[in-house]
């Protein structure tokens, strides 16, 4: 089909095409739609009917129907004429042509009315919202579709470069017809009257009719899931991917663990939701997997794992881990663990929705001109890359992410609603839930509620969870339905000698004491509150360590502001060279780590000394975890250092005042070392605080408002694209590219043999406020092309990405990158 033309008169449906790739012979409409109708199988095999879709009785029959005959609106003549190389842009939408195949098997298939309005509904919105209320986004059907559209023109014959087109012959209409009669076992329905074109704005005013005014929270919930559905099973069928069965969790997973702390026995005996508190260095990691293996034994269907962590510069190394500790499918090496990757994850699942029908182009841009934009069959090659990419994000079964990823499935439409159809039915891991703002953490609550409605159970991990978060999921979730573990007393011997220091880390008799360490031949960790501090502090510490030794990783520099793949890079360097304490080990291991929060989580790390900068209680103790993480150390306790920082940046200074008085408080009653009860105590004595008092409040009042305003789906299928453009504002996040990276990003993100999720690894994530002052100082510009932000700023993989120095003197948030 793409290398020759088929006579429209003489044309059957076997010569009926869907795609226009593989380009020797590509796919036919038929094989493509039993391909989607067999794949919506396999997504209910995997999803089941849990949480609100348990009293919905025809949902997986209309997601398969609507699979069946979404495309069948391609057999028009204006869009077999577009898959020719360079052929002309049809302009009409394929998916409201095919709702008059929908109308037209209604009466035969037996469908109530309530049947034939979810499926022509999912087969109008598989590409397009129906409505949209503001100036974003894409043109919506009814935008397209209205009084003034010419019906018979668009969809039944037109003048086309001087002859007459007509778009279904009688023939080829009836030879569909009956195909899609057999695979349904029907009889064909009897030739009526209408036109093809009549038939199709017949419907289509129908469902506009029922979903242009506000529905309930419910109905509106079920038909976000069923268009996640068709969509899912539309690009796994597109790309011609099986969806994983093999669980690399193996079952009795605790029975692989010589000795189980009695918080994991526990957590692996739970039945439902879960928050799991114990010491950094205990264990969690295997009591969450452990959890998750009972919860997923006894929930229907084929589960997943999704286990998140709040720090994108953490989620690579917590792959790496699950991949190596897991089981594998026979014959492969590691087991296969998906990540969700933020910015590529978004913009793969946008382009696999792009446009089969792009509008047609004016007579001065017709294909093959260099001003016009690129051809109906690029485009729909291209579409076909992504949708191949896409599903390698949904294909596992255990996937780790951040939660940033998870919340945009809230935006629904039909590039996200897959997104939120694929958190039914799945057992959530929230690890370090401490790490999050108030308002981050609400809207992770509300997101958890709707997991629970979605049949999905939850667990929360954490060395240090406040008593309000703890009160706070409670409240969330069904009453009585969380149980919480906390490890007995006495699980982690005292690894600490505390001392409080009112000299600043950066200040010239810190950076002294810091020296000796080294000298002395300790291992050294120093972390800072921001990148900018940690660059400092490195270029200050790490001409004394390289002088002194010879080791290419005896000073690392970690924080959140790297290439996503050098960052990568790094961790495993800090991983061979500060792994975790075993018996027998040397006192002085030596060298230099210097790093921000992107440290805090993850990475399994040891060191013989640490000095850090004063934060909240949550960030002291997990730095702290990283230091004599285990207790091994030949000297018992070892020295940690906490220093009053010059400025509460990127906190809130309130938390930091909470903080430094809760350490004086302990330390003035004689306490100098930082036990696992001296950590509650800290958490207790903050949070009993106006700020403690006010972080609640506005945790409460971020979880009511994310459910108001994102979860809340009364009108399930206008575009929300205004929304993606609120959360993005709120999460206040993104990833830049560096101009210096572009040519080989194109190369993988968009080349031919190039892979989109390693281009991912050219990524540098920062804050939006960040990305902005870069602008303003001319050193970046957005490229549309790319739909990135491109900066020049000065960059190194030793150090990251430095930013104007008037530029870090600024307020910064927290490196917690969602």
């Known amino acids: 089909m793409a290398a020759h033309r088929v006579t429209p008169s003489r044309r059957t449906l076997a010569d009926v095409r869907a795609k226009s790739e593989p380009a020797a012979d590509p796919e036919r409409l038929t094989t493509h739609s039993r391909t989607v109708g067999d794949t919506v199988e396999q997504i209910r095999e995997r999803i089941g009917s849990p949480g609100v879709l348990a009293d919905v009785s025809g949902f997986w029959r209309w997601v398969r129907d609507a699979g069946l005959l ?33 109308d037209l098997l209604a009466t035969a298939a037996g469908w109530s009315e309530q049947d034939r309005l979810m499926i022509a509904t999912l087969v109008a919105t598989h590409h397009r919202a129906l409505f949209r209320d503001g100036t974003g986004g894409k043109q919506s059907l009814t935008e397209q579709y209205n009084a003034h559209t010419l019906w018979e023109e668009a969809f039944t014959r037109r003048q086309r470069q001087g002859h007459e087109q007509i778009q279904v012959p009688k023939s080829l209409h009836r030879e569909l017809l009956a195909w899609f009669s057999g695979v349904l076992g029907i009889d064909p329905p009897p030739a009526g009257n209408r036109t093809l074109a009549e038939c199709a704005k017949s419907v289509l005013s129908q469902i506009v009719d029922v979903w242009k005014r506000p529905v309930s929270p419910e109905r509106g919930l079920i038909a ?202 799945c057992a959530f891991v929230l690890d370090e839930l401490h790490a999050y703002d108030p308002d981050t953490f609400g809207r992770l609550c509300a997101s958890m509620r709707l997991w629970e409605r979605l049949g999905s159970r939850i667990a929360v991990l954490s060395a240090t969870l406040a008593p309000p978060m703890v009160d706070l999921i409670r409240d969330t979730l069904a009453p009585g339905s969380v149980t919480l573990h906390r490890a007995p007393p006495g699980t982690s011997p005292d690894r600490h000698r505390l001392v409080l220091d009112e000299t600043p880390l950066t200040d010239p008799e810190s950076i002294k004491k810091l020296r000796s360490w080294l000298n002395e031949g300790y ?216 101009q210096d990276d572009i040519n080989e990003f194109q190369q993988l993100h968009q080349g031919r043999g190039g892979d989109p999720l390693l281009a991912a690894g050219l990524l540098i994530p920062v804050r939006q406020g960040q990305m902005y002052a870069l602008q303003a100082v001319n050193l970046g510009m957005f490229d549309r092309s790319l739909g990135l932000f491109i900066t020049t700023a000065p960059y190194s993989s030793t150090k990251g990405l430095q930013l104007p120095s008037s530029h870090s003197a600024r307020p910064q948030a927290p490196e917690t990158i969602l």
């Open 70 to 102: 979404h495309d069948a609106g391609k057999v028009a003549e204006g869009f077999q004429e577009q898959l020719v190389k360079n052929g002309e842009r049809w302009g009409e939408r394929h998916e409201v042509l095919s709702l008059a195949y929908v």
């Open 224 to 425: 976000v899931l069923a268009q996640g559905a068709l969509t899912l099973a539309d690009h796994a069928g597109s790309a011609h991917v099986t969806l994983h069965t093999h669980l690399p969790l193996p079952h009795n997973y605790l029975a692989r663990l010589p000795q189980p702390y009695p918080h994991q026995l526990q957590a692996a005996a739970t039945d439902g939701h879960l928050i799991l508190i114990a010491p950094t260095g205990s264990g969690k990691t295997e009591g969450g997997l452990a959890w998750a293996d009972r919860q997923i034994t006894s929930m229907p269907g084929c589960p997943r794992l999704i286990w998140t962590l709040p720090y994108r510069a953490s989620i690579d190394a917590a792959a790496r881990r699950l991949a190596t500790d897991l089981d594998p499918l026979p014959g492969e090496e590691r087991a296969d663990i998906g990540i969700l990757h933020g910015t590529v994850a978004q913009t793969l699942l946008t382009q696999a929705v792009d446009d089969e029908c792009p509008p047609a182009a004016p007579p001065e841009h017709r294909p093959g001109d260099a001003a016009g934009s690129a051809t109906p069959t690029k485009a729909m090659a291209r579409q076909a890359r992504a949708r191949a990419n896409a599903m390698r994000l949904f294909t596992q079964r255990i996937r780790v992410a951040t939660p940033h990823q998870l919340l945009r499935g809230a935006l629904a439409g039909p590039a996200r609603s897959s997104v939120l159809l694929e958190q039914a039915n």
């Open 523 to 738: 291992s050294v960790l120093a972390v800072t509150n921001t990148v900018a501090t940690a660059q400092h502090l490195f270029s200050q510490l790490a001409p004394h360590v390289q002088a002194t030794r010879r080791g290419e990783d005896d000073a690392l520099l970690l924080h959140s502001r790297f290439k996503n793949r050098d960052r990568a890079t790094i961790e495993q360097r800090l991983l061979r060279r500060h792994r975790e304490r075993r018996k027998g080990d040397p006192t002085h291991r030596g060298g230099l780590v210097v790093s921000t929060q992107a440290l805090e989580v993850s990475l399994q790390l040891d060191f013989d000394r640490g000095a850090v900068e004063a934060a909240p209680v949550e960030s002291v103790a997990q730095r702290a975890g990283r230091v004599n993480r285990r207790g091994l150390h030949p000297e018992g306790p070892v020295a940690f250092h906490v220093h009053r920082a010059t400025s509460p940046r990127p906190y809130e200074p309130q938390a930091v005042d909470a903080a430094w008085m809760a350490l004086t408080t302990l330390t003035s009653r004689g306490a100098d070392t930082l036990s696992e009860q001296d950590i509650d105590q800290l958490l207790a004595l903050a949070y009993d605080t106006d700020w403690g008092r006010s972080w609640a409040q506005r945790a409460l009042m971020a979880r009511d408002n994310f459910t108001d305003h994102f979860l809340t789906f009364t009108e399930p299928f206008h575009d929300r694209t205004e929304f993606a453009h609120r959360l993005d504002s709120e999460l206040d996040t993104t990833e830049i590219l560096h």
